[in-house]
C-alpha cells in the first residue's frame, strides 16, 4: 500500500521523507503485528503513521526510524487497546491472523522472536506496555535505554516490563524442540492423525495440551479451547472426520513453522482452515485451527502462490 498523500514530482524533503518511510516499512510492520496479532491491523497502524510523519520529517530529525519505530509503537498500543475492547465481543476463541514467511521471511526484524502464533497467542496476556517491551527487546534486540525512551519511561522501569513480560511467557512457552525433534513430532503427528490412530495421537500430544480453533463466528468452530490429551486427540480426529471428505492439504510455513493449509480439492482451491501446532520438547502442546475467512484469505493467496499448487497430506 502506498502512502498518501503523493504527487508526482513531490518537493525533495517530501521525496526523502518518503525514502526515508518506505526503507522502513518492513520493519515497522513486523513490529505492529507482532503487537496486535493482526496484519491487516499492523498495516493499517503503519499507513496511519504517513501522515504525522510526512509533517516533521523535515524538521532536523537525526535517526528516521527510531523516530518511526517510536510513532509505530505507540500508535499500535493505541490500537491494541480498541483491539481487546472487540475482542471480548469475539464469537469463540481468537487466534492471530498467520502470516506467509515465505514470502515475508524477516517480516523486517533481524530475528524470529515473538513471531510463531503460540507466543503471539501467549502476548495476548501482558499489558500493552509489557507487550511492546518484550517485542522490542526479544524480536528487534533494543537495548533498555533506546527502549525506555522508545516507550517514554525510564530505563529501570523498561527492564521491569520486559522481566515481567518474559516471566508471564516463559512458564507457558517451556523449552522449543530441537529441528530435528519438531520435524518426529510433526511427520508423527500427521501421520496418526492421517490414519485415524487415536491412541498414538494421544501419545505425541503433552498431557495438558490444548487445541483452539477460531471461526470468527463466521464458519463452524468449537467455542471454547479443548484441554488434555484425549479430549484433543479425539477433537483432532473428530474435526478430520467431519471436514476431511472433498480436502486436500498444503505444507506451507506460518509465521515461521511447518503448517498446513487446508483447501477444497477442485480448480478453486479455496481455503478451509490452516492447522498450526505448538510443539515443544516434551511433545505436541497446542494444535490452533485458524477457519475465519478474513485470516484466511491474504495467507492463502500468498501460500498458494508460493506452493505452486504443491499437495500434501493431513
Not at 500508535?75 to 502470516?99: I, K, N
Not at 501421520?191 to 505425541?204: F, K, M
Not at 503433552?206 to 487445541?211: M, S
Amino acid at each position: 500500500m502506498t502512502p498518501e498523500p503523493r504527487s508526482e514530482k513531490p518537493p525533495a524533503a517530501n521525496t526523502a521523507a518518503l525514502t526515508a518511510f518506505e526503507n522502513a516499512r518492513p520493519r515497522l510492520t513486523g513490529l505492529a503485528y507482532r503487537m496486535l496479532g493482526s496484519w491487516a491491523e499492523a498495516e493499517d497502524v503503519v499507513q496511519d503513521a504517513w501522515p504525522r510523519w510526512s509533517t516533521v520529517a523535515d524538521s532536523g530529525i537525526d535517526n528516521a526510524e527510531a523516530y518511526l519505530t517510536t510513532m509505530v509503537t505507540r500508535l499500535a498500543l493505541t490500537t491494541l487497546d480498541s483491539a481487546r475492547v472487540r475482542r471480548e465481543h469475539y464469537v469463540g476463541p481468537w487466534l492471530p491472523e498467520p502470516v506467509d514467511t515465505r514470502a515475508d521471511p524477516t517480516l523486517g526484524a533481524e530475528r524470529a522472536e515473538a513471531l510463531d502464533l503460540a507466543t503471539l497467542l501467549l502476548l495476548e496476556r501482558l499489558s500493552g506496555p509489557e507487550r511492546a517491551a518484550v517485542v522490542l527487546r526479544e524480536a528487534f534486540d533494543y537495548d533498555y535505554p533506546t527502549l525506555a525512551e522508545t516507550l517514554g519511561t525510564t530505563e529501570a522501569a523498561a527492564r521491569q516490563l520486559v522481566s515481567r513480560g518474559r516471566r508471564a511467557l516463559d512458564g507457558p512457552r517451556r523449552t522449543r524442540a530441537s529441528d530435528a525433534e519438531h520435524h518426529r513430532l510433526l511427520t508423527a503427528f500427521v501421520a496418526a492423525a492421517q490414519g485415524g490412530d487415536l491412541a498414538a495421537l494421544e501419545s505425541i500430544l503433552t498431557p495438558d495440551a490444548v487445541a483452539i480453533s477460531d471461526g470468527g463466528g463466521v464458519v463452524s468452530a468449537a467455542r471454547r479451547p479443548v484441554h488434555g490429551a484425549d479430549n484433543v486427540a479425539r477433537f483432532v480426529l473428530g474435526v478430520l472426520e467431519k471436514f476431511g471428505n472433498g480436502v486436500r492439504s498444503v505444507p506451507v510455513m506460518a509465521n515461521g513453522d511447518a503448517a498446513f493449509l487446508a483447501v477444497t480439492d477442485d480448480a478453486d482451491a479455496h481455503p478451509i482452515a490452516l492447522w498450526s501446532l505448538d510443539i515443544a520438547a516434551g511433545g505436541v502442546r497446542g494444535v490452533h485451527i485458524v477457519r475465519a475467512p478474513d485470516k484466511l484469505a491474504r495467507f492463502a493467496r500468498s501460500a498458494l502462490s508460493q506452493n505452486g499448487g504443491l499437495s500434501g497430506h493431513l
